[in-house]
C-alpha cells in the first residue's frame, strides 16, 4: 500500500501514477478550436430537413430572379376575358384569373416581388429587432426604457397609417419600399420577444462563469447570450416571412402596396376576395405557392435552430 | 418592483406626447383634402368647406392644430368626428367591445395554442407535430378573409350555430367565432413558438435534475418546461394584443363589429386627425401597460429574471 | 346628389348593379303578391351611419338620405319610375316656367303636432341656402333668386384669388333670407327662379326640400339627433338612433300621404361593409338588402330567385382624359378618345366582371331618366370596334407618337380595380400598348389630385343622380365651369344647348335638346362612358312587395311582412 503524500496545506493528493490520465480527458491542443458556427453546420448537413429545405429555397430563389427560365407566357398578356375563372389548357397548366390572366405565369413572375417582400422585410425586422432586443435586454436601465418606449409609439401606430404617409411621401412604389413600410411596424415585435429571451439569458450560469472568467461584457452577449436566446426569434420570423407575403396583399389591397400591374401572389390572393363563393380555386395556387415557401423557411429554421443549440445537439 | 411599477407608469407620460405628436403629424400629411373629400364627386356651393374647415381647425397650421387638440384633451375634450359627434362617445362605444373581442381572441390563441405547441413539441417529428404544421401553414397562407368568410357561411349560416353578424352590443357569445377569425394567425405563431420552447427546454439541465429527482413526466412538463418555455410566448401575446385591437379590420368588417379596428381606419382614410389620435393614444396607453404586465410576468415564469432598482 | 365616392370601407365594394332590361321594368314588384301583412310588423334593413346629424339640408349621402327621405314628406315624392306625385303640395304651377306657385294641402302636421305651413318649407330652404350654415345640400337652392346674397359676397380685401384667378369671398352674407322665397299665406307661397326651368318641380322630391318645424331653428344639432317630421316614419323615441349601430322608425300614425306604410316601422341595422349585410341575409337576420357585394354578384339571383333584384339605376359610370396632358387635347386628343371609347369591350366586361349588374352605355344619363336613349347620333362610338379603334389611333399616331403607359386613376377604397384593370387589358389588348391601374389609397388624395389638374392619365368618374332629370346628369359635370366639372371641359355648343332645354317651354322639348347636346358630348367625349349601375337587391321570404325606386332605395313603406 503506497503511502500518503501531504501537500503543504494538509490536502491528499493522488500522485500522478495512481490517477493516469484517460485518454478522453485528454485535449488535442494542435487541433483548431471548433466555432459554435462549424458545430452548427457539422450538425445540420446531417438532417435531410435542411436538404430538402436548401433546395426548395434555391428553387424559389432561382424563379425569383430568373422567371423566363419556367414560363415563356409573359407577364400581363392577353388577359382576356373570355378565358375569365377558366380551367386548365394546354399550355395553361393552372388555368386563368378572374381577369383571364395565365395563373401559372402570373405565378412565376409574381414570385419575385413576394419573396423580396418577405425576404427583405423578415431581414430587416430581424437584424433591428435582434440588435435592439439583445442591447435593451442585456443592458437595461435607461436604454431599455428609452428602447421598449419607442416600440410601443410603432407599435400603437397603425400600419394603414404609416403606410399610407410613407406610400404617398416615397416617389415609386416597388416590392422594397413595402418590406420597408412592412419593417418599419413591425420590428418591435421580433425586439420585445428578443429582449424577453435575453433577460431570461442573461442570468443564465454560463453568463455568470463567464463574468467570472472577466470575459467582457459585449463578448459575453454576442457569444452567449445571443446564440442562447435566438430560438424564439427564428421562430417568429420564419413565420413572419410568411405573414408579411399576405400583408403585403392587404397592403396593394387597400391602394398603398404595390401598383396593380406588378405581380405579386399576394395581390393574386387579394383579387381572389371577390372569388371565393364561386371559383375558391383562383386562391388555391398563389396560396400553395405561399405555404411551399413558409413551409421550406419553417423547416429551415427548424433545423438551423437546432443545430445552434448545444443542448439540442448534446442530446443526438 | 413597486418602484419599477411606478418607473414605468410615470414613462408613460413621454410616450403619450411623442406618440399623439407623431400620429397627429401622420394624420395631419395624409394626401388630400379630408373636408373636401366629404363631398364624393359634387362640390357642395363655394365657402361650405372653407367654413367647416374653419370648424374642425384644419385651416389652421399642424402645430397650432396639435396644440388646440392637447388642450382639449386636458379638458376632457376629445374632439370631434367629422359627422359631430364627440370622439369621447365613439371610444366609449368602440373599446368595451373591441376589449372583449380582444380577450376572447387572446384567450384562444394562449389557450388552444399553447396545449397544441405543447403537445407537438413533446412529440416533435411524429404525427401530431406534422399536423399541428400543416394547421399554422394553412393559417399563415390563407388570408383572413377567407378564413371568416368561410367560418361565418358555414357555422352562421348554413349550420346556424353563430350569429352571421354580432349584434350592436356585442355580447360575448357572439364574438366567440369573431374571435377565433381575429386569433388564427397568432395561433399559428404561438404553436410554432411554444414548439420550439418546448423541445429546446426539454433537453435542458433542469429538466434533467428534475427527471433524475425522479418526478413524473407530467410534473415535469408541467412545471419545468412550460413553465421555462412561456417566457417567449408571454411576450410574444403581450405585443399581439396591439395587432387584435386595431388591427382586427378585416375580422370587424366580416362580422360587422363596430370596434376600434374599424373605426381607426375609417378615420385614417377620412383623416380625422382627433379620432385616430385619441384612439391612438389610448392604445398606446394599453401597451405601455400591458408590456409592463408582461415584464412582470417573466419575474414570476423564471427565476432568473428579477428587476433590480 | 347622393354621394358617389361608393364606400369608404376595404370591404364595401360597391356593386353597383346591373341591368337586364328584360322586361323588369323598374317599380315592378319582384314578387306579385297580394298579402296585406301584419301592419305592426318592423321590416329590418341595411343601412349606413349617417354622415351627419339628420338634417335633411345636410343630407347628401345616401346612408342619411334613406332615413331622411323616411322621416320627412316634401312638397311632392318620387314614385318607383322617377315620376312625382304630391305630398304635402296641393298644386305646384307656373306660367313661365320662372316664377312658381306652390300650394299646400291643409291638415299636414309634423309629429310634434306643429301644422306644415308655407313657413316650414321657406324656413327650412332658407336654413339650407345659407353660407354660414354650410349646409352640404346648398346648392340645390342656387337658381332660387336671392341666393347670391346668402352666400360670402365681398372680395378679400387683401386681394387674394383662387385657383381660377377669381377674387376670393369672404365676409358676411348680405342677407338671411332668399327675395325668391315669398309667403302669399299659409299655405301658399311663391318661388322666383333665376332662369326659367320647366322641369324644377321634379327636383322637389329630393329630401333637401323638405320642410322643417320651427322647433328646430331653435338646435339645428340638436334636433338632427331626434328629428322631428311629417314623413309616414318616425324615431321610436329619443335615443332610437344608436350611432354606428342602427336607427328604429315606427309609423307615424298622422301620416296621410302617398306613402302610407302597410308595416310598423323599420330597423335599419347600419354596416360596414356590404359582405357583412349579405351574410346577414343569408343568416336570417335581415329582410331586405339594397346593395349585394361584390363576392355575391354571380350566385345572388341563383340563389334568391324572384327575390333577388337587377334593374336599371340612376347611376352613370365612365372615365374621364383630362384635356390638359400632351396627346389628349385638340385633334389628336378626340382621336385617341374615340379610338379608346371604341377599344373597350363594355358588352364583355359588364358580363364577366360585374356579371350583369351594369349595363353598357349608350348615352350620359341612366335607363331610368325620362329622354334616355340609345339612338344618340353617333352613339357607335360606344360600341366595340377593334378595327376602327386601332385605325384611330394610328392616325392620333401620325400627329404625335405615344410612347407612354396609359393609366386610369382610382380611389382604393372604393372597390375599384377589378374594372379597371378589364377596362386596362381591353385597351391594351386592343391597341397593342400598355395601359394599367393608377390606385390612390383613399378618394381624398384622388380628388386632390383630380381637382389641382395633377393626374398623369385617365380617372374614374361615376354620377349618381340626386332627382330623375338628365339636366341632372349633364349639367354639374360638363358644362363650362361646372362644380364636378374637374377636366375642366369647355363647349360652348353644348352649354348653348344645356341653356335651351333648361328653358324650354316644355319637358318633351327639354328633352330634345339635351339628348342633341349629348350628341355633341359623343364627339368631344370629354367623359368616355362605360356603363350604367344597376340596383342589386335581395329580400327574405318573411317580407313581400319589395319594390326598388329610381334612386336604388327600396319604397319601404310598401312592404309587407308577416
Given amino acids: 500500500m503506497p503511502s500518503k503524500k501531504y501537500t503543504p496545506q494538509g490536502h491528499y493528493v493522488a500522485p500522478l501514477e495512481d490517477t493516469p490520465i484517460a485518454p478522453i480527458d485528454k485535449l488535442d491542443e494542435s487541433q483548431k478550436a471548433r466555432s459554435t458556427w462549424a458545430d452548427a453546420w457539422d450538425a445540420m448537413r446531417r438532417r435531410p430537413a435542411f436538404w430538402i429545405s436548401s433546395v426548395l429555397i434555391v428553387l424559389i430563389v432561382i424563379i425569383a430572379l430568373f422567371p423566363g427560365l419556367f414560363t415563356q407566357v409573359p407577364p400581363n398578356s392577353n388577359c382576356l376575358l373570355a378565358n375569365s375563372n377558366g380551367g386548365p389548357q394546354p399550355g395553361h397548366p393552372f388555368g386563368f384569373t378572374r381577369q383571364g390572366c395565365d395563373v401559372y405565369s402570373r405565378l412565376i413572375h409574381g414570385t419575385q416581388a413576394s419573396v423580396t417582400v418577405g425576404l427583405m422585410a423578415t431581414i430587416m425586422v430581424t437584424v433591428i429587432g435582434v440588435v435592439i432586443g439583445a442591447l435593451a435586454g442585456f443592458y437595461g436601465g435607461i436604454l431599455d426604457s428609452a428602447v421598449s418606449r419607442v416600440g410601443d409609439i410603432f407599435f400603437a401606430i397603425p400600419t394603414v397609417l404609416g403606410a399610407i404617409v410613407l406610400m404617398s411621401v416615397l416617389p415609386e412604389r416597388t416590392p422594397v419600399t413595402v418590406a420597408v413600410v ?16 435575453v433577460l431570461s439569458a442573461r442570468n443564465s450560469d454560463y453568463v455568470t462563469a463567464s463574468v467570472a472568467l472577466g470575459v467582457e461584457r459585449s463578448k459575453i452577449l454576442l457569444r452567449h447570450v445571443v446564440p442562447n436566446s435566438i430560438a424564439p426569434v427564428i421562430v417568429i420570423a420564419t413565420v413572419s416571412l410568411g405573414t408579411f407575403i399576405v400583408a403585403e396583399a392587404t397592403l396593394s389591397f387597400l391602394g398603398i402596396g404595390l401598383p396593380p400591374s406588378v405581380m405579386s401572389w399576394g395581390n393574386d390572393i387579394g383579387q381572389a376576395r371577390t372569388s371565393i363563393r364561386t371559383s375558391p380555386q383562383v386562391l388555391l395556387y398563389p396560396a400553395a405557392a405561399l405555404s411551399i415557401t413558409v413551409l421550406s423557411f419553417l423547416m429551415l429554421g427548424d433545423v438551423v435552430r437546432d443545430a445552434l443549440d448545444p443542448k439540442a445537439r448534446a442530446r443526438r | 418592483m413597486l418602484w419599477y411599477t411606478g418607473k414605468r407608469i410615470l414613462q408613460m407620460i413621454p410616450v403619450f406626447f411623442g406618440a399623439t405628436f407623431l400620429i397627429y403629424f401622420m394624420v395631419f400629411s395624409l394626401p388630400g383634402d379630408p373636408i373636401a373629400a366629404l363631398y364624393g364627386d359634387r362640390p357642395p356651393a363655394p365657402g361650405v368647406i372653407e367654413v367647416i374647415r374653419a370648424e374642425y381647425n384644419l385651416d389652421k397650421p399642424f402645430i397650432v392644430q396639435y396644440f388646440l387638440y ?93 350569429r352571421t353578424t354580432v349584434s350592436g352590443d356585442a355580447p360575448w357569445g357572439e364574438l366567440v367565432l369573431p374571435a377565433i377569425v381575429l386569433a388564427s394567425v397568432s395561433f399559428a405563431y404561438i404553436v410554432r413558438l411554444t414548439r420550439a420552447s418546448v423541445s429546446d427546454n426539454l433537453s435542458a439541465d433542469f429538466v434533467r435534475t428534475a427527471t433524475a429527482k425522479g418526478l413524473s413526466r407530467n410534473r415535469v412538463v408541467r412545471v419545468h418546461v412550460l413553465r421555462n418555455s412561456l417566457v417567449p410566448v408571454v411576450t410574444f401575446l403581450g405585443v399581439d394584443l396591439g395587432a387584435l385591437m386595431v388591427g382586427a379590420i378585416v375580422t370587424e368588417g366580416i362580422f360587422n363589429i363596430n370596434g376600434v379596428g374599424g373605426t381607426v381606419y375609417r378615420a385614417v382614410t377620412l383623416g380625422e386627425g382627433p379620432t385616430v389620435v385619441s384612439f391612438i393614444a389610448v392604445m398606446v396607453i394599453i401597451f405601455v401597460i400591458a408590456n409592463l404586465l408582461v415584464d412582470l410576468l417573466y419575474a414570476a415564469l423564471d427565476p432568473r429574471i428579477r428587476y433590480a432598482k | 346628389m347622393k354621394k358617389s365616392r361608393m364606400g369608404l370601407s376595404v370591404l364595401a365594394l360597391l356593386s353597383a348593379s346591373a341591368l337586364a332590361l328584360t322586361g323588369c321594368a323598374p317599380g315592378e314588384p319582384a314578387a306579385e303578391d297580394e298579402s296585406t301583412g301584419d301592419a305592426s310588423a318592423i321590416i329590418t334593413t341595411n343601412g349606413s351611419e349617417p354622415q351627419h346629424s339628420l338634417i335633411p339640408t345636410n343630407t347628401t349621402e345616401s346612408g342619411g338620405g334613406k332615413i331622411t327621405t323616411s322621416i320627412f314628406a316634401g312638397l311632392v315624392s318620387y314614385t318607383a319610375e322617377g315620376e312625382i306625385e304630391n305630398e304635402v303640395a296641393e298644386s305646384i304651377e307656373s306660367e313661365d316656367a320662372k316664377t312658381w306657385t306652390v300650394t299646400l294641402k291643409d291638415g299636414w302636421t309634423f309629429t310634434n303636432d306643429e301644422p306644415v305651413t308655407s313657413d316650414s318649407f321657406i324656413d327650412a330652404w332658407n336654413y339650407g341656402a345659407l353660407y354660414d350654415n354650410a349646409q352640404s345640400a346648398s346648392y340645390f337652392f342656387d337658381n332660387i333668386v336671392g341666393f347670391s346674397d346668402v ?27 332668399m327675395s325668391g322665397l315669398q309667403v302669399v299665406d299659409d299655405t301658399t307661397f311663391t318661388v322666383e327662379l333665376s332662369s326659367p326651368e320647366a322641369d324644377w318641380p321634379l327636383r322637389l322630391g329630393y329630401t333637401a326640400y323638405s320642410p322643417l318645424p320651427k322647433a328646430a331653428f331653435e338646435d339645428m344639432e340638436a334636433f338632427g339627433e331626434n328629428p322631428i317630421g311629417n314623413g309616414p316614419y318616425m324615431l321610436d323615441g329619443e335615443g332610437a338612433w344608436v350611432h354606428e349601430e342602427k336607427i328604429n322608425l315606427v309609423t307615424n300614425p298622422d301620416y296621410d300621404g302617398v306613402r302610407k306604410p302597410a308595416n310598423g316601422g323599420l330597423e335599419i341595422i347600419f354596416y360596414a361593409t356590404q359582405d357583412a349585410a349579405y351574410a346577414d341575409i343569408e343568416g336570417g337576420n335581415l329582410d331586405v338588402l339594397d346593395a349585394v357585394p361584390d363576392s355575391a354578384l354571380e350566385t345572388f339571383e341563383d340563389q334568391f330567385g324572384d327575390r333577388a333584384v337587377n334593374q336599371p339605376a340612376a347611376i352613370f359610370q365612365a372615365f374621364n382624359m383630362p384635356y390638359y396632358l400632351p396627346h389628349w387635347s385638340g385633334e389628336e386628343g378626340k382621336l385617341r378618345r374615340a379610338a379608346l371609347s371604341q377599344a373597350i369591350n363594355r358588352e364583355e366586361i ?7 349588374t351594369r349595363t353598357p352605355a349608350t348615352d350620359f344619363t341612366s335607363p331610368v331618366i325620362d329622354g334616355w336613349t340609345d339612338k344618340l347620333e353617333g352613339a357607335e362610338v360606344l360600341d366595340y370596334n377593334p378595327e376602327e379603334a386601332k385605325k384611330l389611333w394610328a392616325e392620333a399616331d401620325a400627329i404625335a407618337p405615344y410612347n ?124 368616355i362612358p362605360l356603363w350604367y349601375s344597376n340596383v342589386t337587391g335581395v329580400s327574405a321570404d318573411t317580407v313581400d312587395n319589395v319594390v326598388f325606386g329610381w334612386d336604388s332605395v327600396p319604397l319601404y313603406h310598401q312592404i309587407t311582412k308577416g
Fill in chain 1, 182 to 197: 412592412l419593417g418599419i411596424f413591425a420590428w418591435p415585435q421580433i425586439a420585445r420577444i428578443m429582449r424577453g429571451a
Fill in chain 2, 70 to 162: 392637447i388642450i382639449g384633451l386636458f379638458q376632457g375634450d376629445f374632439g370631434t368626428t367629422y359627422s359631430g359627434r364627440p370622439v369621447s362617445d365613439v371610444m366609449a362605444q368602440a373599446f368595451p367591445i373591441t376589449a372583449r373581442l380582444a380577450i376572447l381572441a387572446l384567450l384562444f390563441e394562449a389557450v388552444a395554442g399553447i396545449l397544441i405547441g405543447l403537445i407537438a413539441g413533446l412529440r416533435k417529428g411524429k404525427l401530431f407535430d406534422a399536423s399541428a404544421l400543416v394547421v399554422s401553414l394553412l393559417l399563415i397562407s390563407v388570408p383572413t378573409f377567407v378564413v371568416g368568410f368561410v367560418l361565418q357561411l358555414v357555422f352562421g349560416v348554413q349550420l346556424g350555430w353563430a
Fill in chain 3, 151 to 177: 352666400q360670402n359676397t365681398k372680395d378679400d380685401p387683401s386681394g387674394a384669388v383662387d385657383e381660377e384667378g377669381n377674387p376670393v369671398q369672404v365676409g358676411d352674407p348680405l342677407a338671411e333670407t
Fill in chain 3, 350 to 356: 359588364t358580363d364577366v366582371i360585374f356579371q350583369g
Fill in chain 3, 404 to 527: 407612354e403607359t396609359f393609366s386610369i386613376a382610382y380611389n382604393a377604397d372604393g372597390g375599384h380595380q377589378a374594372w379597371v384593370d378589364a377596362v386596362t387589358n381591353s385597351i391594351a389588348n386592343t391597341l397593342g400598348i400598355t395601359a394599367e391601374g393608377k390606385s390612390y389609397p383613399t378618394f381624398a388624395a384622388s380628388l386632390e389630385d383630380r381637382a389641382n389638374d395633377k393626374l398623369t392619365g385617365g380617372v374614374r368618374a361615376g354620377w349618381q343622380a340626386d332627382y330623375p332629370s338628365m339636366y341632372n346628369f349633364l349639367a354639374p359635370l360638363y358644362q363650362t365651369g361646372a362644380g364636378s366639372n374637374y377636366e375642366d371641359y369647355s363647349s360652348e355648343e353644348f352649354d348653348n344647348l344645356l341653356k335651351e332645354g333648361s328653358q324650354a317651354a316644355s319637358v318633351e322639348d327639354a328633352t330634345a335638346k339635351y339628348q342633341e347636346a349629348q350628341e355633341v358630348l359623343l364627339k368631344d367625349l370629354p367623359s
